[in-house]
């Protein structure tokens, strides 16, 4: 009987555990869902009974189990929203397309020709004096 441990092909999706098995980010957003949470159950417990109360103490809690868990491409959630907000609200929407016409395209490629040759022109002037 051999002792054997699986090793991950991809080292950098390895996560260190900090307690019960989660990383430290996961124990920071769950601390932070109950943290809201338990408020929330015992100020909505009285008017609207035991059920309601657990039921919107799970609805509270929900969102930060998500920020906690939920991880694609070795990006977390957050940063996952961070990018989709930056990219719908932050940046341009549209990019303007630039047509440039078959003349427009001459004409350029003649002025840097112009410009190559003046270059050249100082270089000569200034290796002979």
């Given at each position: 009987m051999a002792l054997s441990e699986e090793i991950p092909g991809d080292l950098s999706k390895v996560k260190q555990k900090v307690a019960l098995?989660?990383?430290a980010r996961q124990l920071v957003c769950f601390g932070?869902?109950?943290a809201a949470a338990i408020p929330v159950f015992f100020v909505v417990k009285k008017p609207l009974g035991?059920?309601?109360g657990a039921f919107t103490c799970m609805?509270?809690?929900i969102p930060f189990f998500i920020l906690g868990m939920y991880e694609k491409n070795g990006l977390s959630a957050e940063k996952i929203f961070f990018f989709a907000f930056r990219q719908k609200y932050l940046?341009?929407?549209k990019r303007p397309k630039v047509v440039i016409t078959k003349q427009e395209e001459i004409e350029r490629m003649e002025s840097v020709r112009k410009e190559i040759e003046e270059l050249e022109s100082k270089a000569k002037g200034n290796i002979k004096g």
């Open positions: 098995n989660l990383t932070i869902g109950f035991m059920e309601m609805l509270v809690c940046r341009v929407a």
